[in-house]
């Protein structure tokens, strides 16, 4: 399907903060837009703050001025929706109610052409319900954009029950046409980002909710070891905790009360007392003048391990042993034991965490001094590791371990023992909920890691970064997860056991 040409009328009802960002992303791409707001004032005061960002674009040489005229000549004030008459597509970014976004549909659907395309840019509700009243319920889709639309790249199209192929693959092309990276996507909760962002977040408020460690450590440990641009802590302060908390219920609700999206009680006293985050000044950190950062904890410089030993071999830590070398660390290989393949510094038993409690695995194995270390998107550049020690340890085993890591540069956090550590225990759920969207078919594995590296600035795809720290690891710590806290929030997906099992196979 071509793009919807530059030379037809976009019509936008909602001139708040993504209605007008559409509006300018739709001029700029050279369509004329009617922008039409039921708030008075609403739609000029859009205008004129486009204008001022245009003026400071022009000013940094970054837009022709005679380019910014013509953007802003092209957007029109709508006096009432009949002035959406001539539009090729109708866009709603108006309150997120399905009430009222269906009446608005209604309305215009008694004043577009019958190939006029409604679009919305719903960020939680239904596209199958949204469409349902209509006569043409195929002309309905998602066009969800991501603030600040201007500059977010990423564009989700998604597809009720009732819409027409045509519609979506003309929703892709023109995102395109405006310089957007579209992915597609079926109507269910949260679409693609919102949805396989979950565990982003459900992970962090548990581990905070147990006190395993503190937020700003636990953003340090996502940011420096999970190579992620900003902490869940820092992200969730930044969305606000009232949106991201509501997002979470809408999720949890929607899909009958799955425990994988079971808000947390923690979040909940959070919104309660008006900790909304930036906006209200304090979150899980504090904002404004004289705020300050709380520390991040890291361990005690350790003293040089006189003695590190490989037995077996685990390709996942390759690259970690080859830093320890360039650090100049000595690495004795022996071959490996019953206990499989692991790492010895001085009398401590040092293992990727595989999901177990560090006590647990103790238990299980015999290894009593033990010390666990968490997952690295990448061990030769990662700058903080967390580590956490088993309660039979006498006392050694944190220094050991940190005096392991420090020798390369890497600076450690202690953690309480958590099983899955902070990122190993992250990745592993953000992978099981990538397996699972596909398996539903909600998005194409491609489409996925395409949404999550562009829309939410994740280091790396789930589909990727499962295949690159192996099915069979993300499996084992869920199943290890699932054990500990005897919880189905923690089940794999049957799509993760099946490959597993397919890969695993004599
Ligand atoms: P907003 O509150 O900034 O703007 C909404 C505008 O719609 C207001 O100016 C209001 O006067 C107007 N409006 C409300 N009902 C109307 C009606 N029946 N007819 C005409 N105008 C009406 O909201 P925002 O943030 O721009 O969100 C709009 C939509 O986009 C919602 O569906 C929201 O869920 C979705 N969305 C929001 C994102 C965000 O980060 N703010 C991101 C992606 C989607």
């Not at 577009?112 to 209509?134: E, F, G, H, Q």
């Not at 957007?180 to 962090?204: D, H, L, M, Q, W």
Request: with cysteine; aromatic share 6%.
């Amino acid at each position: 399907m071509p793009a919807i040409a530059p030379d037809r009328t976009i019509g936008i009802v909602g001139a708040g903060a993504m209605g007008a960002g559409i509006a300018q992303v739709a001029a700029l791409a050279g369509h004329r837009v009617r922008l039409f707001d039921q708030r008075d004032g609403a739609v000029d005061s859009a205008i004129a703050a486009m204008a001022k960002t245009f003026d400071g674009l022009v000013a940094k040489g970054k837009l022709a001025a005679d380019k910014a005229e013509a953007t802003l000549g092209r957007i029109e004030p709508a006096e009432n929706l009949a002035d959406f008459d001539v539009c090729a597509l109708a866009i709603e970014a108006i309150v997120e109610d399905v009430g009222a976004k269906r009446n608005l549909f209604a309305d215009l659907e008694a004043i577009v052409a019958p190939d006029c395309i409604l679009a919305s840019n719903t960020s939680s509700l239904s596209i199958s319900a949204l469409a349902r009243d209509l006569e043409y319920p195929g002309r309905v889709a998602g066009f969800h954009f991501f603030n600040p639309a201007p500059l977010m790249k990423l564009v989700e199209i998604v597809s009720g029950l009732g819409t027409d192929e045509a519609t979506a693959a003309t929703l892709c092309d023109t995102a395109r046409a405006w310089g957007k990276t579209p992915v597609r996507a079926i109507s269910t909760p949260g679409f693609v980002v919102n949805r396989c962002a979950r565990p982003f977040y459900g992970e962090a408020l548990r581990l905070l909710g147990e006190r395993a460690v503190d937020a700003a450590t636990l953003d340090a440990v996502m940011c420096e070891a999970g190579g992620f641009k900003m902490g869940p802590c820092a992200l969730m302060d930044l969305i606000g905790h009232d949106i991201n908390f509501a997002v979470t219920n809408a999720v949890y609700a929607a899909t009958f009360n799955d425990p994988r999206y079971l808000p947390a009680h923690l979040q909940s006293e959070m919104v309660a007392a008006g900790h909304f985050g930036r906006k209200s000044g304090r979150g899980f950190f504090a904002y404004g003048a004289g705020a300050e950062k709380p520390p991040v904890s890291s361990e005690p410089e350790a003293p040089k391990p006189a003695q590190v030993t490989r037995e077996g071999d685990d390709e996942r830590l390759e690259p970690l042993l080859a830093r320890a070398k360039e650090a100049g660390l000595f690495v004795h290989r022996r071959l490996a034991t019953e206990a499989g393949p692991r790492l010895l510094v001085d009398g401590t038993v040092l293992h990727l965490s595989d999901g177990r409690s560090a006590t647990r695995r103790a238990r299980d194995t015999g290894e009593n001094e033990l010390a666990l270390f968490d997952l690295a998107l990448d061990y030769t550049t990662a700058t903080r590791i967390a580590i956490s020690v088993a309660d039979q340890a006498t006392g050694q085993a944190a220094a050991s371990a940190a005096g392991f890591f420090q020798a390369m540069g890497i600076a450690v956090s202690l953690i309480d023992d958590a099983p899955g550590l902070v990122v190993l225990r992250t990745v592993a759920m953000l992978v099981n909920e990538a397996l699972d969207m596909a398996q539903h078919g909600v998005a194409s594995p491609e489409d996925i890691d395409l949404a999550m590296t562009l829309g939410v600035n994740y280091p790396k795809g789930p589909f990727a970064w499962g295949s690159e720290i192996g099915l069979d690891l993300v499996k084992t710590v869920l199943d290890n997860l699932k054990r500990h806290y005897g919880e189905d929030r923690y089940r794999a997906s049957p799509r993760l056991n099946r490959l597993v099992a397919r890969e695993t196979a004599p």
